[in-house]
């Protein structure tokens, strides 16, 4: 057994960091887009459109039920093959574009059992006094089932920051691959990617601060 | 004039509302009376399409509705005419007491928000709560919340407001004050059509008692008469027990 090259990791540490905002640049946006589709998702499957609710159904059952790597690769490697117009793509778009859909999904289902948990009186009492369904739905459901399904949202936003590593999957120089592309040359495997497990620990530990700031905001209305 | 005729609605195949007429005139107050299971919440929820009837007319004014084929437009434009006050309050738990005034002022009545605001700080001094207007619902005492709830409703400026036994969930120490404003706005004479199990205060403040058994108005009478001369045996059986236990 060998000891740690601690001035490797030193020496490696702002290399690795100089990543960090690409990072959170693709978890960033594909968090903003899956917010806004996972909420038109879970609406839907709350008050079912006819026909709709069978395309809504099948993108969930297949986002869900196949593995990222996998939807990744059809998205970077597959399409552009099928439609022409695809073939420029680079793989940060195609990692935002996976993550998106991906994580749209699971968040779905979440922000659906949420809308599901507010009491029917609020949606009676929005109609009672002449809104209209949609009105009802975003000024007085949703805000509420903001509340209850924040936890698993931020839970989400955690697995797509550390998901974003696939990306080197698809030939993008982000975190996890230029740690590669060190550990490649230095041959000092175990000190590199012990840098990059901790670079994504940090940036977690530091959501997870915010997370309780953003928890605190939404209980406002219910602190007694 | 507010008019109801031909009101029918099952759940199921249980029927809850049978052949129901009513009129009721601008600044009359009726209160609807009888045993529980008697279709009086019922009534009321289907007169503002909560709960939808299966057939009959509801005329609100100028504003006549066949239930059997209302259109989603012609249901909010009933809901746009009445206010209801719900048992259980139903605040919007995510608004503060002013913003459960203000909301519909502004999403449905189209109203700039400063003068939402002004009108619902003027309703909450009417209700007694003007220093609570930043609270939310879940800091607020079941009378309080309730009285938001009326004041909501009074914002509407509606035609006729609903309300669906509206002290039966309060603690007894709250029941006062509640009253207390649906009287004020009785005196107001703002057309009211209420659900309550509050003899003593429907006999003050009805023009009409409603006694209703079986999904029907069974008797229909000033609240002298209802509670003085009773003429169905219904009325007085139930008017038997329910003095008994007060």
């Known amino acids: ?224 | 004039m507010i008019s109801i005729s031909g009101l029918n609605k099952s759940f199921g195949a249980t029927p809850v509302l049978d052949d129901i007429a009513l009129d009721i005139a601008p600044g009359e107050r009726v209160v609807v009376i009888g045993p529980s299971g008697t279709g009086k919440s019922t009534l009321l929820r289907c007169v503002n399409f909560l709960d939808r009837p299966d057939s009959g007319t509801i005329r609100i004014g100028d504003l006549s509705v066949d239930a059997a084929r209302a259109t989603r437009a012609e249901i909010l434009a009933i809901r746009r005419r009445t206010g209801f006050v719900f048992q259980n309050y139903a605040l919007f738990a995510n608004k503060t007491a002013r913003q459960n005034i203000t909301e519909a002022l502004v999403t449905v009545k189209r109203q700039p928000p400063a003068e939402a605001e002004a009108r619902a700080d003027r309703i909450l001094r009417e209700i007694g709560l003007g220093d609570r207007g930043d609270s939310y619902p879940a800091a607020l005492s079941g009378g309080q919340q309730q009285r938001v709830g009326i004041g909501r409703a009074m914002a509407l400026d509606a035609e006729l407001l609903l309300f669906d036994e509206p002290t039966s969930a309060l603690d007894p120490e709250w029941v006062g004050e509640v009253l207390d404003l649906m009287r004020k706005l009785a005196e107001a004479r703002q057309t009211m059509l209420i659900v309550t199990h509050e003899m003593q205060f429907a006999r003050e403040i009805a023009d009409r008692i409603l006694f209703m058994d079986g999904g029907r108005i069974v008797e229909d009478a000033p609240p002298a008469e209802i509670f003085d001369a009773p003429k169905d045996d219904r009325t007085r059986a139930f008017l038997r027990r329910v003095t008994a236990a007060g």
Do not use: C
């Open chain 1, 1 to 224: 057994m060998r000891g740690l090259d601690l001035d490797y990791m030193i020496g490696l540490l702002p290399v690795l960091l100089s990543y960090v905002p690409l990072t959170l640049f693709m978890a960033a946006i594909a968090m903003a887009f899956a917010l806004v589709l996972a909420a038109a998702l879970a609406v839907e499957r709350v008050v079912r459109i006819p026909v709709l609710d069978w395309f809504v159904r099948l993108f969930i059952s297949f986002f869900r039920g196949t593995p990222l790597l996998v939807q990744l690769f059809l998205f970077y490697f597959g399409l552009p093959q099928v439609f022409g117009f695809m073939t420029g793509i680079n793989g940060v778009t195609a990692t935002i574009m996976g993550l998106t859909l991906h994580f749209s999904a699971y968040m779905a289902e979440s922000i659906r059992a949420a809308i599901l948990g507010v009491d029917r009186s609020q949606s009676e009492a929005a109609e009672a006094v002449g809104m209209t369904r949609g009105q009802a739905m975003r000024r007085i459901i949703l805000p509420q089932a903001a509340r209850v399904a924040a936890p698993t949202l931020v839970n989400y936003f955690i697995d797509m920051v550390k998901s974003t590593s696939l990306a080197f999957t698809l030939g993008v120089t982000e975190l996890m691959g230029s740690a590669q592309k060190e550990a490649a040359g230095s041959f000092l495997y175990f000190e590199a990617f012990l840098v990059v497990a901790a670079i994504y620990w940090a940036i977690v530990e530091a959501l997870s601060l915010g997370q309780r700031r953003l928890e605190i905001r939404l209980n406002r209305a219910h602190a007694r």
